[in-house]
């Protein structure tokens, strides 16, 4: 582009070069995220329909309307995964964010020079690949190898923790060590950007630290603690990578365990890629319904709250 | 920054934290009992983050036959180099070029992600035009789509376009990142002032080279930490080259490190390999972890304060 008046920048409105910005991004973000789920929701009403006796005729890719959903919801293991992670949803995601606030609360409370190295400490996990720190866990779960099961056998106790009834906390476990850490550090964060004035009021008034936590500190990271609590309501729903490398040493976990593992063996091992978009769509539909609920919640109770 | 108050002055366990560590008289502090059940508990969780890691940096030093017959948590006939060696020449030096795959995808992934992030936030908070809301609207429902069950739909989409089992299968969909562009703006808005731009408007400057040379020098800090957090999702992911690749030259660590666990019922020294493998891919991010940590936190500030 060459321009023949090159002293006349105002005239050359540049607002209009936003539109160069933001395309690249913008093209890549239709392509590789919005367009999969219209392709999913469009492979999601198709079927294959084989014609002539037993079946055995030419396979025929036909639509199918929405059979694929109404058969999905008819599969009770399916249902009973939705069931599950639900379950682990909701004793994890508490779980993990009530240690994430006392850590970050806690650090709070100490020297800078050992809150540092503390922080660092506990956020580590989530550098850590979730398949990698489950392959970790899983050689601390066997008995055999796990020095955990030595100890506790020493003991006198026989743990089992992939079998049939901890299995699913077992997993719960993993993802709290992976993500505790992360979320702590969102917390620190909200912390580090409270005023100082406000904690000086606070002595002033005799408060003491147990009162300062709970009478600024938690009420003021609470936007922290409702992002944190949105990002693990998305990730529960979605638990896949860790149930699918367990379960080669834990046979409690089934091909149904989780919907996203249901949905993957349907592509892979049914060869029902149809089914898989479906049951795809389906869970895509569930965790943001889960995710808009649970902040419209917090956002009428703060509003009736004012 | 607030000045350094008068905190030092605190009978209780009042030190909050403020830009310089002030350091109050250690002598009747160092004893109460709650510093003690403070620390003790902070030390606690910190023995449980740190447990797999220990654990993992024992085994990756012993033979795969006394991984079973001693103790998982103390050394046993230490033959680190060995392993590590085996590791790398197994099956042709397939590691070595895992490790590489892991960190093409996520190198070339996270800069371009950033760079694109870069530019959209930039423009979302520093133009003025029609729809510029509904663009931003638009870019933040992809931070709440759940991106496994993306993956799927993706490899459908990829399959039908030939995509799948080459490299752009998964650096194509990893140089998205909403929340890079969320990030983006919120430090674009506070850290680019407007009289700057007008200034080099006024010199005559294009808006490309204002945006190369100046904008990308002031978001730095945001840029480093869509950096980080992309290169780690990158990094981390395991789905998405699950479903995409099927040549096992062309697999990231994750993956990689995956097949030789379930292989290992088979080929039991793969057990020993997949130990080691994992302490070779852990060892760095751990480091870069604890140096970068400061760059973290900023981030982290900058994307929740506005919440």
């Known amino acids: ?306 | 920054m607030s000045a350094t108050t008068t905190t030092t002055s605190t009978t209780g366990e009042q030190t909050t934290p403020p830009a310089k560590p002030v350091r109050t008289a250690k002598g009747p502090r160092a004893l109460r009992p709650g510093r003690i059940v403070l620390v003790a508990v902070l030390t606690v969780a910190a023995l449980y983050f740190l447990l797999p890691v220990y654990w993992l940096v024992i085994a990756a030093t012993k033979s795969n036959a006394s991984l079973y017959s001693s103790f998982g948590l103390w050394f046993d006939a230490p033959q680190l180099l060995h392993n590590l060696g085996k590791v790398f020449s197994y099956d042709n030096h397939v590691y070595l070029q895992w490790a590489l795959n892991s960190l093409l995808y996520a190198g070339v992934g996270a800069v371009l992600a950033t760079l694109l992030s870069a530019a959209a936030g930039f423009a979302l908070a520093k133009y003025r035009f029609a729809g510029r809301e509904a663009v931003f609207k638009f870019v933040l429902a992809g931070v709440l789509l759940p991106s496994t069950a993306l993956a799927l739909p993706l490899y459908l989409m990829f399959s039908k376009l030939g995509l799948t089992n080459t490299y752009w299968a998964v650096l194509i969909p990893s140089v998205v990142s909403p929340f890079g562009v969320y990030l983006c703006r919120i430090y674009a808005e506070s850290a680019v002032p407007d009289t700057v731009l007008e200034a080099a408007r006024v010199d005559g400057a294009r808006e490309e080279r204002i945006f190369f040379t100046l904008v990308l020098r002031m978001m730095t800090p945001a840029l480093v930490t869509v950096f980080l957090f992309q290169f780690v999702h990158i990094w981390n992911n395991y789905f998405l080259p699950l479903v995409m690749l099927s040549d096992d030259r062309k697999y990231p660590i994750t993956l990689g490190l995956v097949t030789w666990k379930e292989a290992s019922d088979r080929v039991p020294e793969l057990t020993q390999y997949t130990i080691g493998g994992a302490f070779v891919s852990v060892i760095p991010l751990a480091i870069a972890m604890l140096v970068l940590q400061r760059y973290w936190r900023t981030g982290l500030t900058e994307g929740s304060v506005k919440e």
């Open chain 1, 1 to 306: 582009m060459t321009t023949p008046l090159k002293r006349a920048p105002r005239k050359s409105r540049p607002d209009r070069k936003a539109w160069t910005f933001l395309a690249p991004f913008l093209a890549v973000y239709l392509f590789a995220m919005i367009l999969p789920i219209f392709y999913a929701i469009y492979q999601s009403m198709l079927k294959v329909e084989r014609s002539g006796p037993l079946g055995l005729g030419e396979p025929k890719v036909v639509f199918a309307g929405f059979e694929n959903y109404s058969v999905a919801l008819q599969q009770t293991t399916f249902i009973e995964s939705f069931g599950r992670v639900l379950l682990f949803g909701i004793v994890q995601v508490p779980v993990m964010l009530l240690l994430a606030l006392t850590l970050a609360l806690l650090l709070d409370q100490v020297s800078n020079r050992w809150a540092g190295l503390m922080r660092a400490t506990y956020f580590l996990p989530y550098g850590i690949p979730g398949v990698i720190a489950t392959i970790l866990w899983g050689f601390l779960y066997v008995p055999g190898v796990s020095p955990i099961n030595d100890v506790l056998g020493d003991m006198g106790f026989q743990p089992d923790f992939l079998g049939y009834d901890n299995v699913l906390w077992s997993i719960a476990n993993i993802v709290i060590w992976e993500f505790a850490g992360y979320n702590m550090l969102i917390i620190v964060a909200q912390l580090k950007s409270i005023p100082q004035e406000l904690y000086e009021a606070a002595k002033i008034d005799g408060a003491g630290p147990w009162q300062t936590a709970f009478r600024i500190k938690i009420p003021l990271v609470r936007p922290a603690l409702v992002l944190t609590c949105v990002f693990s309501i998305i990730g529960t729903m979605q638990l896949f990578a860790e149930p699918l490398v367990l379960r080669k040493i834990a046979p409690a976990v089934t091909n149904d365990f989780t919907p996203n593992l249901s949905a993957y063996f349907d592509a892979f091992a049914n060869a029902n890629v149809y089914m898989a978009a479906a049951k795809s769509v389906i869970l895509a539909v569930v965790a943001m319904v889960l995710s808009f609920g649970f902040l419209s919640l917090v956002n009428r109770k703060q509003r009736s709250e004012r």
